[in-house]
């Protein structure tokens, strides 16, 4: 079982920036990727980054989040710049498996954008 242990969260003002961190227990992971869930909304996807290190992005983070991993270390990240108060969500990180088979989560962690 793959643990994730996200850390970064906190409050920020409109405009400012975060960056969230994710690091696994275990190595050799396929697409790793960020959602995130609005209080009374469904959880959504926010971007992922491949083994290749091809990346894809929600339309709305598109060009203010940027994902990024080190498959040595076995960690995740998401720049997060140019925040805005509807960007507050809690962020969770996933993982599949190297062979997609399996889907990890992480506890969570809360990003609080004000206005």
């Known amino acids: 079982q793959v643990q994730l242990v996200e850390s970064g969260g906190g409050v920020v003002q409109a405009g400012g920036s975060l960056r969230l961190s994710c690091a696994a227990s275990?190595?050799?992971?396929?697409?790793l990727s960020w959602y995130r869930q609005a209080p009374g909304k469904q959880r959504e996807w926010v971007a992922n980054?491949?083994?290749?290190?091809?990346?894809n992005y929600l339309h709305s983070v598109t060009g203010r989040f940027t994902i990024s991993r080190d498959n040595a270390k076995n960690t995740v990240t998401l720049q997060m710049n140019s925040l805005k108060p509807e960007d507050t969500a809690v962020y969770y990180c996933?993982?599949?498996?190297?062979?997609?088979?399996?889907?990890?989560w992480g506890q969570g962690t809360q990003v609080t954008v004000s206005s």
């Open positions: 275990e190595g050799d992971l396929g697409t």
């Open positions: 996933n993982a599949k498996s190297f062979s997609g088979v399996f889907e990890y």
């Open positions: 980054i491949h083994r290749t290190g091809a990346s």
